[in-house]
């Protein structure tokens, strides 16, 4: 009895190990970094959805104007290379960036390999930037969501 009880419990852990692979760790979304003319620069954490074991958090903020009117915008050249870097595993299944404006007809832009063209016109810029952790198995279900939100101002 003693031995088919310790190859139960041998067997619950490891499948709860080989299920965490995948898990999210720490008790909120990791932080996200701008690069831009070869510094990088921190965003602003917004709005979230995190899980964590068996513990799950939803955050909601204000959107990425208000959340920004007290920082300084990224400085940055007309048409200057930006780049995303987030130093995390696992890295969100699925993401997504907007340039934010007040009138709320927001723009999509187009990443590619988590880098953007900044615009060419003088100005300040608002930026949110989406992600998910979709589960593995049910690509329906979020294990976590994070929106970070950085402004630049082309000069």
């Known amino acids: 009895m003693k031995h088919s009880v310790s190859i139960v419990f041998i067997l619950l852990l490891l499948s709860l190990t080989a299920c965490s692979t995948d898990k999210l760790s720490g008790n909120r979304p990791p932080d996200v970094l701008i690069e831009a003319n070869g510094k990088t620069y921190e965003t602003v954490l ?15 903020t204000a959107g990425p104007i208000e959340l920004l009117k007290d920082r300084e915008p990224i400085k940055v050249k007309p048409g ?9 595993k696992p890295k969100p299944k699925e993401y997504e960036l907007y340039q934010v404006k007040e009138n709320n007809k927001d723009t999509e832009i187009s990443l590619q390999d988590h880098q953007f063209t900044g615009p060419s016109s003088k100005g300040v810029y608002f930026y949110s930037y989406g992600v998910w952790w979709l589960d593995e198995e049910d690509s329906n279900m979020s294990n976590g969501d994070a929106f970070y939100a950085f402004s630049i101002e082309v000069e």
């Open 46 to 60: 917004g709005s979230y959805c995190w899980s964590e074991g068996f513990h799950s958090t939803c955050v909601d």
């Open 80 to 88: 200057e290379s930006i780049t995303i870097l987030m130093d995390y």
